[in-house]
T-cell receptor, first 111, second 115 residues
Framework: GQQVMQIPQYQHVQEGEDFTTYCNSS?????IQWYKQRPGGHPVFLIQ?????EVKKQKRLTFQFGEAKKNSSLHITATQTTDVGTYFC???????????FGAGTILRVKS | GAGVSQSPSNKVTEKGKDVELRCDPI?????LYWYRQRLGQGLEFLIY????????KSGLPSDRFSAERTGESVSTLTIQRTQQEDSAVYLC?????????????FGPGTRLTVT
């Protein structure tokens, strides 16, 4: 079935460094969503991208959807300790009837 | 307003026992999802309900797992004859409708430990 592959699996950065996680698909995605899960918490919706080449920003977070709508990225500028957690992308499943979540990228920030 | 609630928050059970997990979605949300998350892992889809349509059970790992939903409200996930590999956090999510364009709102989860 449809899968969204997410890399890296894990990243440990120094506070103030930038961080990027990537989500890739072998097929065109109609949309992609991003979620954040804090340690011990549950996933919380961050944003949805729908248009080819779309770029959206939320403070230090920048989300991009590729021109071919097969990949997406989340970039965090100048990470803070509050950014720690797991970031998941989610795209349509094989039959388009439900979202399929990537494996997630675990971000740890060292202060 | 009220979010998605799940109960119990924690459940410890002995191997071989049955357990029932409950999810109360946000009022008015027609779509409801169950996921399993093992420690340090991603979200494993289990089952999806959308309105009165037949549920998508494609993610249920074995016939020991079943779920029901009453109309567009409460859902219960039942695991029969629990095994140690069933130990995980079970997350429920709801969305306004079944379209993949709607964001999912997750509950706090039920942490299941099978001893």
């Amino acid at each position: 079935g449809q899968q969204v592959m997410q890399i890296p699996q894990y990243q440990h950065v120094q506070e103030g460094e930038d961080f990027t996680t990537y989500c890739n698909s072998s097929t065109t995605l109609s949309n992609i969503q991003w979620y954040k899960q804090r340690p011990g918490g549950h996933p919380v919706f961050l944003i949805q991208l729908v248009k080819s080449g779309e770029v959206k920003k939320q403070k230090r977070l920048t989300f991009q959807f590729g021109e071919a709508k097969k990949n997406s990225s989340l970039h965090i500028t100048a990470t803070q300790t509050t950014d720690v957690g797991t970031y998941f992308c989610a795209g349509p499943g094989e039959y388009g009837n439900k979202l399929v979540f990537g494996a997630g990228t675990i971000l740890r920030v060292k202060s | 307003g009220a979010g998605v609630s799940q109960s119990p928050s924690n459940k410890v059970t002995e191997k071989g026992k049955d357990v029932e997990l409950r999810c109360d979605p946000i009022s008015g949300h027609t779509a409801l999802y169950w996921y399993r998350q093992r420690l340090g892992q991603g979200l494993e889809f289990l089952i999806y309900f959308q309105g009165n349509s037949a549920p998508d059970k494609s993610g249920l790992p074995s016939d020991r797992f079943s779920a029901e939903r009453t109309g567009e409200s409460v859902s219960t996930l039942t695991i029969q004859r629990t095994q140690q590999e069933d130990s995980a956090v079970y997350l429920c999510a709801s969305s306004l409708a079944g379209s993949i364009l709607y964001e999912q709102y997750f509950g706090p989860g039920t942490r299941l430990t099978v001893t």
